[in-house]
């Protein structure tokens, strides 16, 4: 029964889609009915409850595991734990993509209950442009993946959750992600709203401003979570595989990091109207882009849940959809967006400009580099493009970003001069340049690149705490802080990377259990291997002893781990966090002579990474709370930074 | 600064961006595109040497072998129509093993030898990389 009420509300989610789409051009197309545009409002909300409400349904199932539905028994276990049987509610296509929605539904209230800076009709024109993207995806969802399907007859028991996915970490991921993902879209219907009420300014700007915040501090999360994870699960030692699914997340993360950066020159100088426009429409092309590439099956890996290609179709038609018309739309009327405000080529608008260009010219070659298999593999070509490609070309111009950020904040607005600057700049410079010759001497082996980055990150570290030099501290405004701690995190995650990268060691050996080997600065011995048993796998588990010089050993755990359902292996990862970076400890197979193979690395600094994504999601954060502070208690919203 | 002239020049940088982007990412494809070979691909172009490539097929029947150091395995990946030995050193994925499907990356010596520095085997009943699903059926070895 159940089922059925879900499914209804989502057939009436859908239609009341429909009535927002449809109130919102007769609002529009009659500003003399103001009772028109004003429903629009109570429609999207009610549009949201009723499909959160549809969610919630598809959870209750999965918390009973009501193995008459379908999806429920393809992804669930009866004696799967209760964590794992919520999670297990978006843990696959159809739950996921009901997740999307929601989120997407909840965005649109979220407008509409929220926003009441914008003028009314670029407000109405916004929530019918979510209505209309709203629509698209209950299509899909309906039409092709309904996750409310019934089976003729009930399985005695599920399937299983794929066990990679059975992880308290993966349980948060995806709505994180999905909350950064779909969250764009509200920069994706303003945009498209001020494009037809020809409303392309500051005020505009303004408001979309704390949507594009808080969608992005979610991606940055997501990512960092999603970067975690795939280090400790994978049991790879690797924190970033340039996999099509990183980068899927990766694309909406860069537009939306140089669109939150021009949102703020148009909102505080009124420059690159056209630009921002632009970049709204990109930022949630590419989470829809990344939607596609994770879920049409054109992609193999643990998150493309569905190899179905009447899917895939469905989903390109849609994105081709919505993009196309976006980017007509922004053809037809830019011409009408007036010039903004004029700036000087020493200032900041020109270091966010910079910037811009910088994260554009990242986000081109990953998006190249990530569709191109994809493409050759049209015209029968099998290709893979991995770190050999994306390390030099990404990482050279990241390294001109992070230079570029240093500049930013420590330029005037509209105008400032070149000796002033680079007087600003001197300390941290001359910093950069000392860490970049003492680098070399004392380690003369370091690649070029952990090199640079390593001398860029003390570079950046250094000029990202520079703005607050004699500056009253309790009067600097939050979001100045959140700033500084942004771009910090950025040296402090930079930094992590090019340590790693140059200093990691690695061990790969096979011994017998009391045997002692050694990485890094630490020597290893292998107590013991027992079999264990857990809630839902049976596992080997080694028993690791480690000790650094004449300190005290500690012990860590690895295990080849055994899922019944589905019948899987993997293999767990035991880490050691130390002060100064992490040792990894992987257990192996048994080999005939009954050694056992031990994968050992001694990563130093490595935590830097995710504690720098974690910073730079805490700035945003701040930032956030900053400026709706500001904007409550003076109502024409703040206008300098 | 002409109004005009700060809008054409703001254009035209966006515009030299995506232009760089697309020559930097064509340039890097050139030289890091790693494509994928079948054992008869290589018995009949020759060896791609040089550069990273993935090689597909089935592992042969009874070819696994372990060096002594209990970490570093040879074994010949096969597709019907050549076989190709492989060295490995690292800990192989669970699904490995004879007869089974395989995607390895690594590097062509010119003795013929393929050094893999990663192997993907299948991963469960339900998957296989789609490069070798594909030259699979091409080769007729395997049943979708």
Redesign the interface.
């Known amino acids: 029964m159940i089922a059925e009420i879900g499914l209804g509300l989502l057939w009436l989610a859908a239609g009341l889609a429909v009535v927002q789409a449809f109130l919102g051009m007769a609002g529009l197309r009659q500003p003399d009915r103001p009772d028109l545009g004003g429903a629009v409002r109570p429609v999207a909300v009610a549009q949201a409850v009723l499909v959160v409400a549809a969610f919630c349904c598809l959870i209750y199932l999965f918390i009973v595991s009501d193995m008459s539905v379908k999806l429920v028994a393809a992804n669930s276990h009866s004696d799967k734990p209760m964590l794992y049987k919520v999670s297990g509610a978006w843990g696959n296509h159809e739950g996921s993509m009901l997740l999307w929605v929601t989120v997407l539904a909840m965005a649109g209230a979220g407008i509409a209950v929220a926003e009441r800076r914008v003028r009314r009709d670029t407000l109405i024109a916004t929530l019918m442009a979510q209505g209309l993207l709203a629509l698209g995806f209950y299509a899909f969802l309906l039409l092709s993946s309904n996750p409310f399907e019934r089976l003729n007859r009930a399985p005695q028991d599920g399937q299983g959750l794929n066990p990679l996915l059975q992880d308290p970490g993966l349980a948060f991921h995806p709505p994180t992600l999905y909350f950064g993902y779909v969250g764009m879209s509200v920069a994706f219907s303003f945009a498209v709203g001020a494009l037809v009420t020809r409303d392309v300014g500051p005020a505009f700007a303004r408001a979309m401003r704390p949507w594009v915040l808080g969608a992005w501090i979610m991606l940055t999360l997501g990512i960092t979570a999603g970067s975690y994870w795939a280090y400790y699960e994978l049991g790879w030692g690797g924190w970033w595989f340039w996999d099509p699914v990183e980068n899927a997340s990766l694309m909406p993360w860069l537009a939306a990091t140089a669109l939150l950066h021009s949102v703020t020159v148009l909102a505080t100088r009124d420059s690159?109207r056209?630009?921002t426009v632009m970049l709204s429409v990109v930022a949630f092309s590419m989470s829809m882009v990344g939607t596609f590439l994770v879920r049409s099956g054109v992609l193999?890996s643990v998150h493309a849940f569905a190899v179905d290609p009447q899917r895939g179709s469905f989903l390109l038609a849609l994105m081709l959809l919505y993009i196309g018309g976006a980017l007509a739309l922004f053809g037809l009327r830019i011409g009408t967006v007036r010039?903004g405000a004029?700036?000087?080529p020493v200032s900041r608008e020109a270091a966010l400009?910079l910037n811009n260009?910088?994260l554009?010219?990242?986000?081109?070659?990953v998006l190249?580099?990530t569709l191109?298999p994809i493409v050759a593999?049209g015209f029968g070509?099998?290709?893979?493009?991995?770190p050999?490609?994306f390390n030099?070309?990404a990482g050279s111009?990241a390294l001109l970003l992070v230079i570029a950020m240093v500049a930013g904040p420590l330029m005037r607005w509209r105008s400032d001069g070149m000796k002033a600057v680079l007087r600003r700049m001197a300390a941290p410079v001359i910093l950069g340049v000392v860490a970049l010759v003492g680098i070399k001497v004392l380690a003369p082996d370091i690649g070029t690149l952990p090199w640079l980055g390593l001398a860029v990150a003390i570079l950046a570290a250094a000029g990202s705490i520079a703005p607050l030099w004699k500056r009253n501290l309790a009067r600097t405004p939050l979001f100045t802080w959140g700033m500084v701690i942004a771009h910090l995190g950025v040296a402090v995650a930079l930094a992590g990377m090019a340590v790693d990268s140059a200093f990691y060691k690695e061990r790969?050996?096979?011994v017998d259990e009391g045997d002692t080997t050694d990485v890094g600065p630490f020597s290893v011995r292998l107590v013991s291997v027992e079999p264990i048993i857990g809630p839902n796998w049976t596992a080997l588990e080694g028993r690791v002893e480690a000790r650094r010089g004449d300190g005290a050993p500690f012990l860590l755990t690895p295990q080849?781990r055994n899922y019944s359902a589905?019948?899987?292996?993997t293999?767990e990862a035991a880490i050691s966090t130390r002060l100064d970076g992490q040792l990894y400890v992987?257990l192996?197979?048994q080999?005939?002579?009954g050694?056992w193979?031990l994968?050992l690395w001694w990563k130093p600094l490595v935590t830097f990474i995710w504690l720098g994504g974690a910073m730079i999601a805490i700035g945003g954060a701040l930032s956030l709370v900053g400026r709706l502070w500001r904007e409550r208690r003076s109502p024409r919203g703040g206008a300098s930074a | 600064?002409k109004?005009?002239n700060?809008?054409l020049i703001?254009a035209l940088?966006?515009l030299?961006?995506?232009i760089?982007?697309?020559l930097?990412?064509?340039s890097?494809?050139k030289?890091?595109?790693?494509?994928?070979y079948a054992p008869g691909d290589v018995a009949e172009n020759g060896l791609p040497l040089g550069k990273?490539v993935?090689l597909g097929g089935m592992v042969a029947d009874k070819s696994i072998r372990?060096d002594p150091?209990?970490?570093t395995i040879h074994f010949v990946v096969e597709d019907g129509k050549a076989k190709v030995p492989v060295t490995f050193?690292?800990?192989?994925p669970?699904?490995f093993k004879e007869k089974s499907g395989v995607v390895a990356?690594g590097e062509f010596h010119p003795d013929g030898t393929f050094v893999a520095n990663n192997l993907l085997a299948k991963h469960?009943?339900r998957?296989?990389?789609?490069?070798l699903a594909?030259?699979m059926h091409k080769t007729d070895t395997l049943k979708p």
Request: hydrophobic content about 45%; glycine content about 12%.
């Open positions: 690159l056209a630009w193999t010039e004029l700036f000087e400009v260009l910088f554009t010219v990242i986000l081109g070659v190249i580099g191109y593999q070509q099998q290709v893979s493009i991995g050999p490609y030099p070309a111009v790969l050996v096979a080849a589905p019948p899987t292996d293999s992987v192996g197979k080999g005939q002579d050694r193979q994968r | 600064m109004a005009k700060q809008r703001l940088l966006a030299a961006a995506v760089g982007a697309g930097l990412a064509v890097g494809l030289q890091e595109a790693a494509f994928f990273a993935r372990h150091d209990g970490v050193k690292g800990i192989a669970d699904l990356e469960d009943e998957y296989m990389p789609p490069e594909g030259k």
